[in-house]
């Protein structure tokens, strides 16, 4: 088996067997880093790698979007218009290539990466 193939096998293990608090932070996790990719190709002038990684991006957030179940929990809406917010920065940066508006999508999304983080390891300790 090749070392590629290895690697897919174990990512795709990695997600099957996570916890929904893992895959959430996983999710967090890729989007920050995109969003930090995307910054650096677009100040490097790199559109196409720019364009690529806000739009993986931006199909991170409309999963979290679509997943979110706003009647549960108070704050669920004001959530939702957050990825609603993201959806259009990243649209708009994309279109303009304006690193300002991925710095601020990046000051969004890192802080509540490390908050769902946090959460997910405060779940995990509190669990026998």
Request: aromatic fraction near 4%; proline fraction near 3%.
């Amino acid at each position: 088996m090749s070392a590629a193939a290895l690697r897919a096998r174990y990512l795709s293990d990695t997600v099957a067997t996570a916890s929904p608090q893992q895959l959430l932070v996983m999710l967090y996790d890729r989007l920050a880093l995109d969003l930090e990719r995307a910054q650096k190709a677009a100040a490097a002038g790199d559109r196409q790698t720019a364009s690529e990684q806000l739009q993986h991006a931006q199909e991170i957030v409309l999963e979290l979007l679509s997943s979110l179940r706003v009647d549960v929990w108070d704050g669920g809406p004001r959530l939702a218009a957050l990825y609603n917010w993201l959806v259009s920065e990243m649209v708009q940066a994309n279109v303009k290539m304006d690193t300002n508006r991925i710095s601020s999508c990046r000051q969004v999304v890192e802080p509540l990466r490390d908050a769902w983080r946090q959460a997910a390891a405060s779940l995990a300790g509190s669990t026998p």
